[in-house]
């Protein structure tokens, strides 16, 4: 067997690897979910979801492990816009310190 030969049986067994464990992270986290809502369905729980996402209005709403994180869509926008202007300024200015490097060295 060649090298070349040997290379790709082993890319070959990892991709099939990756596939497996991909699977067995599917099921793992199905079962979680199932499990979750049929205690809670049972018992009468509202609250204390595994994972789950709602959305009213503009509030999203994420489960994890119990615990609600609610983000307010405006406050993400707003955050996401000062981030893209301080980039933008941020850009802004290393440009223009390139541009005056690159005319003092010419």
């Known amino acids: 067997m060649s090298r070349m030969e040997a290379k790709k049986n082993e890319k070959k067994k990892?991709?099939?690897?990756?596939?497996?464990f991909s699977l067995i992270m599917v099921l793992l986290?199905?079962?979680l979910i199932a499990t979750d809502y049929a205690t809670r369905e049972m018992m009468a729980i509202v609250d204390g979801r595994v994972l789950g996402y709602t959305k009213n209005d503009n509030i999203h709403s994420f489960f994890l492990l119990?615990?609600?994180y609610d983000i307010d869509q405006k406050v993400m926008m707003d955050s996401i816009h000062n981030?893209?202007?301080q980039a933008r300024v941020y850009f802004i200015k290393s440009s223009n310190w390139i541009s005056k490097l690159i005319q003092n060295v010419g």
Not at 14 to 20: D, P, S, T
């Open 14 to 20: 990892r991709r099939k690897l990756r596939l497996v």
């Open 29 to 31: 986290i199905s079962g």
């Open 66 to 68: 119990g615990d609600v």
């Open 83 to 85: 981030f893209l202007y």
